[in-house]
């Protein structure tokens, strides 16, 4: 069976090769990497009010904008470094997202001076995948009691741009629940890695400390 041929979720689209790629590779997978949920919570807070697709798209751009979102580095960043960004193109730019991104990375890292940001997440879930069964878009909420917990969580730990309709977009692109259809062919193989996935897969990575 072709890509063009398998059932997935409507929203990618076929029109658009890179969204049906990252639906079908990256949507839904599980994961215990600091590094990579804090890009993602930075994008999703930079999708606030856009369309992923646009996110997306810059997805290259934001990473090389921000030094690979390497946080220990955006903490240090000067007014010359928010010029920068505010003067590229290639991202979204908004004063206040690129502001937050700042403090997002301060959050970060004072998380992973205790917990970690992993584990921290993973412990709203018992370190356990959420499999839903949704059988229609209509069915998927945009908000949950758990993203709006989360949600609260992190804003008292310093993070910002994490409304709960924000978290819940996180949580199902990272795997923290599983809301491809049931119709879809990614369901059964995203179920595979969440049963696969335990809750001591989740570790803490040493912190990196601004340089000084």
């Given at each position: 069976?072709?890509?063009?041929?398998?059932?997935?979720?409507?929203?990618?689209?076929?029109?658009?090769?890179?969204?049906?790629?990252?639906?079908?590779?990256?949507?839904?997978?599980?994961?215990?990497?600091?590094?990579?949920?804090?890009?993602?919570?930075?994008?999703?807070?930079?999708?606030?009010?856009?369309?992923?697709?646009?996110?997306?798209?810059?997805?290259?751009?934001?990473?090389?904008?921000?030094?690979?979102?390497?946080?220990?580095?955006?903490v240090k960043y000067t007014d010359a470094d928010r010029a920068?960004?505010?003067?590229?193109?290639?991202?979204?730019?908004?004063?206040?997202?690129?502001?937050?991104?700042?403090?997002?990375?301060?959050?970060?890292?004072?998380?992973?001076?205790?917990?970690?940001?992993?584990?921290?997440?993973?412990?709203?879930?018992?370190?356990?995948?959420?499999?839903?069964?949704?059988?229609?878009?209509?069915?998927?909420?945009?908000?949950?009691?758990?993203?709006?917990?989360?949600?609260?969580?992190?804003?008292?730990?310093?993070?910002?741009?994490?409304?709960?309709?924000?978290?819940?977009?996180?949580?199902?692109?990272?795997?923290?629940?599983?809301?491809?259809?049931?119709?879809?062919?990614?369901?059964?193989?995203?179920?595979?890695?969440?049963?696969?996935?335990?809750?001591?897969?989740?570790?803490?990575?040493?912190?990196?400390?601004?340089?000084?």
């Amino acid at each position: 069976m072709s890509a063009v041929d398998k059932p997935r979720c409507t929203w990618p689209g076929l029109e658009h090769p890179e969204y049906t790629r990252y639906h079908d590779t990256e949507w839904g997978v599980p994961t215990a990497d600091d590094q990579k949920l804090f890009e993602k919570l930075v994008l999703e807070g930079f999708q606030s009010g856009l369309s992923w697709l646009t996110i997306l798209r810059k997805r290259e751009t934001f990473r090389a904008a921000f030094h690979g979102f390497d946080a220990a580095r955006i903490v240090k960043y000067t007014d010359a470094d928010r010029a920068r960004l505010m003067a590229d193109a290639g991202i979204i730019r908004n004063r206040l997202k690129i502001e937050a991104t700042i403090d997002n990375a301060r959050a970060f890292l004072d998380m992973q001076s205790r917990e970690g940001l992993a584990p921290f997440l993973w412990g709203f879930f018992d370190g356990k995948p959420q499999i839903n069964r949704y059988a229609a878009h209509g069915e998927v909420p945009p908000v949950t009691a758990q993203s709006t917990a989360i949600s609260k969580a992190l804003k008292a730990r310093g993070f910002r741009f994490v409304g709960p309709t924000t978290v819940y977009a996180f949580l199902q692109s990272m795997g923290f629940v599983n809301d491809h259809l049931t119709t879809c062919h990614r369901h059964a193989a995203c179920a595979k890695l969440q049963r696969a996935f335990k809750a001591t897969d989740v570790a803490t990575k040493p912190a990196r400390s601004p340089r000084r």
